[in-house]
């Protein structure tokens, strides 16, 4: 089998799983991002370390020791954590995402204002 057909059979028995098993999901997804976060955490911390000769390397280092953080976290209020993480993630993403959809907006009319009566070449 490939690994195409592999994730292929593993999402449809999530898919069956995840109704039949709600608590469980919730549990298994909840370690799924702590383990996520660390491994990503990690791989910003050596990348911005790595580049120290560049601008704002220490915002990468910073990024990094916070998902670790957040992972570590979540593992330390394990399994409680199962029945929180994910909405209070969803819940700040879709906050971000309102914000970022508003300043696209914002710069969007500026650049509208600015281009009044010229056509752009697309």
Do not use: Q, Y
């Amino acid at each position: 089998m490939t690994s195409g057909g592999l994730i292929a059979v593993l999402f449809n028995l999530m898919g069956v799983m995840m109704p039949l098993h709600p608590i469980l999901t919730g549990i298994g997804l909840t370690l799924l991002i702590a383990g996520f976060l660390i491994a990503t955490g990690v791989a910003k911390c050596w990348l911005g370390f790595t580049h120290k000769e560049r601008h704002g390397w220490g915002w990468i280092v910073a990024n990094g020791a916070t998902a670790i953080l957040l992972g570590f976290l979540i593992i330390g209020g394990f399994p409680g954590s199962g029945l929180w993480v994910i909405g209070l993630f969803l819940a700040i993403e879709l906050v971000f995402d309102g914000w970022g959809a508003v300043a696209l907006v914002l710069a969007a009319r500026e650049i509208d204002e600015r281009t009044k009566g010229h056509r752009l070449a697309i």
